[in-house]
């Protein structure tokens, strides 16, 4: 079963910028190969299969906006397709609720709207706008650290039968409270916490499992990393960052047969370097002994656009949760959430979830 897949997006940021901007991209390229991407078709739907259909937003320059204008409104930094390129959507930009995502360090920078409406109204308003451009999933790139508006807009879904594709660490999917309720009304969820393609997590978890898989004894391992774009100056207030080291710590201890303390590893965002802009510099180092105690350590400096890396695994998870959806599948769609998150209510190695993912597309 195919056709066209409704999408909306909470958070009208670099990483939905780079989202559709690259969607786009392939489309003026149509002899290029499309690389990026895990699988070209997902039970026969392709990139080009989705709509952006609405989109909500805080920010006082992209609300009422269309979708294709206001993803270059600042802060945002993604220009891959030049402006007066990018064709007119129908999707417009609505109001989301403030509530928690908006951080002290980027306030001045986003601009929030003010806003006479209550939470309630937003609510409301939201739930008609799902209803009247036919949205079947809602994907959340809100701020690391908006526990409530995900929480707002998981709700939302729940009350409006939309699945839910939540890419930041505010646990939805992976909690037990939330994953019932996604159950019980049988409405797919994936989440939380997107694994960038080559990112950092990905690339640690990785090294962290080949170490542990050939012996050796891992005795403390860190994860650094810093850039340049809101995601980074918004991680600056630590309050916020509770949820995210949890989910990039726990996704490396996984990978291990016996868990580090936790004086022994570091694993999260450490600093923002505004000349970075999109770009993401991660620094790992794993220690540890081998054969005859004899000790080895390794450094790695990964050097990535933090949205491309984003935006090719999303893809994917909007396709995988138009799949569930076609099948009457609900509640965390779990082989789903294993290959494309850091923080799934179950978690297994990637080449465990790769085959499960796939085995879920073709009905297994």
Known sequence: MTGRIKVGLVGIGNCFSGLIQGIEYYRKNPS???IGIIHDKLAGYGIHDIDFVCG???GENKVGKLINEAI????????WIPKDEMPKTDGKVFESPVLDGV???VENRVKPIKSAKTDDEIAEEAKKIIKETGAEIIVSYLPVGSDKVTQFWAQVCLDTNTAFVN???SFIASDPEWAKKFEEKNIPCIGDDIKGQVGATIVHRTLAKLCND???KIEKTYQINVGGNTDFLNMKEQERLVSKKISKTESVQSQLDERLDDD?????????IPFLGNTKLMFMRIEGRQWANIPYNMEVRLDVDDKANSAGIVIDAIRLAKIALDRGVGGPIKPASAYLMKHPIEQTSD???KTACEKFVAGE
């Open 351 to 353: 080449v465990a979830a």
């Open 56 to 58: 909500f937003d805080v």
């Open 72 to 79: 270059y409104e600042y802060p945002n930094m993604v220009d």
């Open 103 to 105: 951080g002290l360090w």
């Open 32 to 34: 290029q190969e499309v």
């Open 214 to 216: 050939r012996g050796t």
């Open 167 to 169: 890419c930041i660490p």
């Open 264 to 272: 022994q590893i570091y694993v999260g965002p450490s600093d923002f």
